[in-house]
């Protein structure tokens, strides 16, 4: 059996006991998840009112209108929650457990993500699709499956690179006393850069090349931009290279820092 294999059998198997295991708090996370679409919403009905009132924006009503209905279910599907649980146990010393199991402490926290992103999202669809039918006559709807499946992809591309983005912040806990003012950080930055507060449609003109080249766009805006905006072909494409790009450059500085912080942790007897 390839190692490949195994650790997708693993994870497979690790994310059906924590489906099994969370389960248990059916009504948490519906909870979570009103409050996770509250914000998008109470958005929308702001900038629909804006442009009611005359307001001129780069952007048309059925942009936003898309763009907010979309946002609860893209910021949750490539959400993670990792890297101040990651450096804790590296700071505690727990990672000495996991060095000596079949499966790694990364591969327990893909199963965790996978798990509660699966929970959450049983939870949010139908109230997505709530609050999609509501909106429905003034939504951009693609007529064609390609779009859907282009959303799809970047969805799966934009998960995997806040994932790296986590553990690269996470893995510096084995150099630091506490992470916890950079996973913050990150946190903050994120929600402005990657549009999950205002669409980046809507930023001022002067910060166009800056705000739709760094990498925090690609982990929520530019999915919703697939289906809400007017990306041509070749835009598409270029923007989905781009997105690539960042998974692969971020995954492979996450495997550097992690790689050196595990001998060091290493070294000194863990």
């Known amino acids: 059996m390839s190692t490949v294999t195994r650790n997708l059998r693993v994870v497979r198997r690790m994310t059906a006991a924590d489906i099994a295991q969370q389960s248990v708090y059916r009504g948490a996370w519906i909870i979570f998840m009103l409050a996770n679409i509250t914000m998008p919403i109470i958005s ?10 005359g307001a001129q924006l780069p952007v048309d009503e059925r942009y936003v209108t898309t763009y907010f209905v979309l946002l609860g279910f893209v910021t949750m599907a490539t959400s993670s929650w990792m890297a101040g649980f990651l450096a804790q146990d590296i700071r505690m010393g727990k990672l000495s457990s996991w060095m000596i199991r079949p499966a790694s402490l990364l591969t327990g926290f893909v199963a965790n993500n996978l798990s509660e992103k699966f929970l959450k ?6 109230m997505i699709g709530i609050v999609w039918w509501i909106f429905r006559d003034s939504m951009n709807i693609p007529a064609g499956p390609g779009r859907w499946v282009l959303f799809a992809l970047s969805i799966l591309l934009g998960a995997m690179l806040v994932f790296t983005i986590d553990i690269l912040i996470a893995s510096l806990a084995f150099w630091m006393d506490d992470v916890s003012a950079l996973v913050q950080a990150r946190v903050i930055i994120a929600s402005v850069l990657s549009g999950a507060v205002v669409p980046l449609a809507l930023m001022p003109s002067w910060s166009r090349g800056f705000v739709d080249h760094q990498p925090f766009r690609y982990t929520v805006s530019f999915p919703v931009e697939i289906v809400a905006g007017q990306l041509t072909g070749r835009e598409l494409l270029v923007g989905l290279g781009i997105q690539l790009g960042y998974v692969v450059v971020f995954a492979a500085i996450a495997r550097l820092v992690w790689s050196a912080g595990i001998r060091a942790y290493s070294a000194v007897g863990a």
């Open 121 to 126: 999202l049983f939870a949010l669809v139908p």
């Open 44 to 53: 929308l009905l702001i900038w629909r009112t804006a442009l009611a009132s």
